[in-house]
């Protein structure tokens, strides 16, 4: 598993964690199962997480290569999707079911939107982007980089659940790398 699939793979688990998010949304003005969205909306916040990775790791190697704008952007929906984030964590925190109701059909389907919409980005623009730019003495370190930092959002057992990608068996593009 190369760098940007690691970050892929959390990408397709949020979009699953998205998509049932939505169906609670989509079942509105019937009352949501508190503890059920309480599960799901966790899995969403963790998206920290990966964000953490993004920009610690691969949005600096675009900095460092000039692509400013393209970070500053990505960046900012960052920060605009943890806006609605804790929005939404404070009502749902609170437990009053009419105002948690009247946020999931605003911040909650800003939140949908925007993180869908982010991650299309990010897989067809700025990963593929980053990946042009690493070469493969740069594996151990992100490898590293990304352990530190954590996985994310598969759910209880997150943290395992994402493959590790193998630093001395990977590809660069379609160029097999060795780096022992
Ligand atoms: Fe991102
Ligand atoms: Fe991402």
């Not at 892929?8 to 609670?24: C, P, T, V, W, Y």
């Not at 993004?54 to 393209?70: A, R, W």
């Not at 925007?114 to 992100?142: G, N, T």
Request: aromatic share 8%.
């Amino acid at each position: 598993m190369q760098p940007n699939e690691a970050l892929a793979k959390e990408h397709e688990f949020m979009l699953g964690k998205l998509n049932e998010f939505e169906a609670i949304i989509n079942q509105l003005p019937k009352e949501p199962d508190l503890n059920r969205l309480k599960e799901v909306f966790r899995v969403i916040w963790d998206a920290e997480i990966h964000h953490e990775k993004e920009e610690k790791v691969f949005f600096k190697l675009l900095e460092n290569d000039g692509k400013n704008l393209s970070v500053n952007i990505m960046k900012k929906e960052h920060r605009d999707m943890k806006k609605a984030k804790e929005v939404l964590k404070e009502v749902i925190d609170d437990g009053e079911i009419e105002t948690i109701k009247s946020l999931l059909l605003f911040e909650g389907k800003f939140l949908i939107h925007k993180m869908r919409d982010h991650i299309m980005k990010e897989d067809e623009i700025l990963y593929p982007a980053a990946m042009d730019l690493i070469q493969s003495e740069d594996w151990f370190k992100i490898r590293e980089q990304f352990d530190k930092i954590g996985y994310c959002c598969s759910g209880d057992v997150t943290k395992n659940k994402i493959p590790k990608f193998e630093v001395n068996k990977g590809y660069i593009g379609d160029k097999p790398i060795d780096i022992n």
